[in-house]
């Protein structure tokens, strides 16, 4: 089964974060949030965002697929035993103030065992369990995000801190088996997300990025 965007996207989380032993890929846990974060687009100037980027051990090129959208596509390179593949994801830049966040809407094509219905199929055949299954609501994965003149760099969310204050009850949400799913957050809580004293982002292993190529 192909891989869903989501989980292309969560992977090239770990991947920026590799470098910077930041430890997301082994488990594929992440952040998911119901809409992407940020209320406002951000418009994409290619001449600024789009070109091949360079960080330790790895290497991604973007593209702007439509600028007043904020939308923008990461290409990149995966080896593994079969042989090399080219990975894309998709997403979109969204600020709110000062703080710019990348979304990428996670895809993944296999719903949640209890998205199904208890009864789906019985006595109704294939058409009736197609009907039983409960479609899974979107949600994103999603990283903090700093563009400079000619340097792009990445916080990825602190999971092992979002499932504490989720289980406490600061944020909305609850503990998944891959990770964290947020509720609707408030602007007092997303000023938490990006607070430094919160350690809800990895702050002290950004991924940094350095264009190398327009």
């Given at each position: ?64 697929l439509?600028?007043?959208?904020g ?40 719903p ?5 219905g ?84 990895n ?12």
């Amino acid at each position: 089964m192909r891989e869903g965007a989501g989980r292309a996207a969560a992977r090239l989380a770990s991947r920026l974060m590799a470098a910077f032993a930041v430890v997301v890929l082994a488990g594929c846990e992440a952040v998911y949030t119901p809409q992407p974060l940020g209320d406002e687009v951000v418009a994409l100037d290619p001449a600024e965002w789009q070109g091949t980027w360079l960080a330790p051990d790895m290497v991604i090129t973007t593209t702007v697929l439509d600028g007043a959208a904020g939308r923008l596509q990461a290409a990149w390179i995966e080896r593994g035993t079969a042989g090399a593949t080219l990975e894309i994801a998709e997403g979109s830049i969204r600020a709110s103030g000062d703080w710019t966040f990348a979304n990428i809407l996670d895809e993944t094509e296999e719903p949640p065992a209890d998205a199904q219905g208890e009864e789906g199929g019985q006595g109704e055949g294939e058409a009736g369990a197609a009907a039983d299954v409960i479609p899974a609501a979107p949600r994103y994965v999603w990283l903090r995000v700093e563009k400079g003149e000619n340097h792009l760099t990445l916080w990825s969310p602190n999971v092992e801190q979002f499932k504490i204050l989720v289980g406490d009850g600061r944020l909305p949400g609850r503990v998944t088996d891959d990770g964290v799913e947020l509720g609707e957050l408030s602007p007092e809580q997303l000023r938490m997300i990006n607070d430094p004293a919160s350690n809800l982002l990895n702050w002290a292993d950004p991924a940094v990025f350095v264009r190398i190529a327009e």
